[in-house]
């Protein structure tokens, strides 16, 4: 008798863009089962480091490339783009921006969560308002709001920043960390703007 492979369905489908080491997707592929978590992760080492990081669990999946490098035929429930270092903000911010606004359903969010110290370093809290603007250009509408340590959910706390807390390159910047979270939820509104768009 032919053996049929069984196909998994999911639910839905989570982008976690620039997994890095793939800690956030292993703790979301264990938490939302029925769902698919995809991770986006260009560089190499972390690209790797997250193979083996989410290596047997089946609903997760990594792929070396970067958001506006990747290509799908399906729609996405939900992204999420955490602790972003985003290299040029005018170019790539807004090809982000436009590349997830295109790969979601409409009504579904787009996270972007990072540390207001953080973004300090890589980023600058001007340049997350900057990225606000290009959300809500791209077509998004845009919250943003603070959520204390307590209240962020455990597969956040897991990001590869977190592991960094006690790393001596961390120690020093930790003394300036309030406990806050900066999460900024940006919807797809239900009509979609864009002229082009696939068909369901
Ligand atoms: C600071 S790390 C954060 C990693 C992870 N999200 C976490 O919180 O542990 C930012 C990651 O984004 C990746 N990255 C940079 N530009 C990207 C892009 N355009 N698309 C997808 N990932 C990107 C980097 O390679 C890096 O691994």
Redesign the pocket.
């Known amino acids: 008798m032919e053996r049929k492979e069984k196909i998994p369905t999911y639910k839905g489908t989570i982008l976690?863009?620039?997994?890095?080491?793939g800690?956030?997707m292993e703790a979301l592929a264990k938490a939302y089962k029925d769902y698919h978590i995809i991770g986006?992760?260009?560089?190499k080492r972390?690209y790797r480091l997250a193979v083996n990081v989410i290596n047997g669990l089946p609903n997760a999946t990594v792929v070396n490339?970067?958001?506006?490098?990747?290509e799908t035929k399906d729609y996405i429930d939900q992204a999420?783009?955490?602790?972003?270092?985003?290299?040029d903000i005018k170019t790539?911010g807004r090809?982000?921006a436009e590349k997830v606004y295109e790969l979601l359903k409409p009504g579904a969010e787009f996270f972007i969560?990072t540390h207001i110290p953080?973004a300090g370093v890589?980023a600058d809290i001007a340049i997350l308002d900057e990225f606000i603007s290009i959300l809500k250009m791209a077509g998004f509408s845009v919250k943003k709001q603070e959520v204390p340590f307590d209240k962020i959910p455990k597969e956040?706390k897991v990001?590869?920043?977190?592991?960094w807390y006690d790393s001596p390159q961390y120690r020093k910047l930790k003394e300036n960390f309030s406990d806050e979270l900066t999460i900024i939820r940006a919807t797809k509104g239900l009509l979609p703007l864009a002229t082009e768009r696939r068909v369901f």
């Open positions: 976690d863009i620039g997994s890095g080491y800690l956030v986006l992760e260009p560089a972390n490339a970067t958001v506006q490098g990747w999420l783009l955490i602790f972003p270092d985003f290299r790539e090809a982000i969560i953080y890589y956040i990001s590869t920043i977190y592991q």
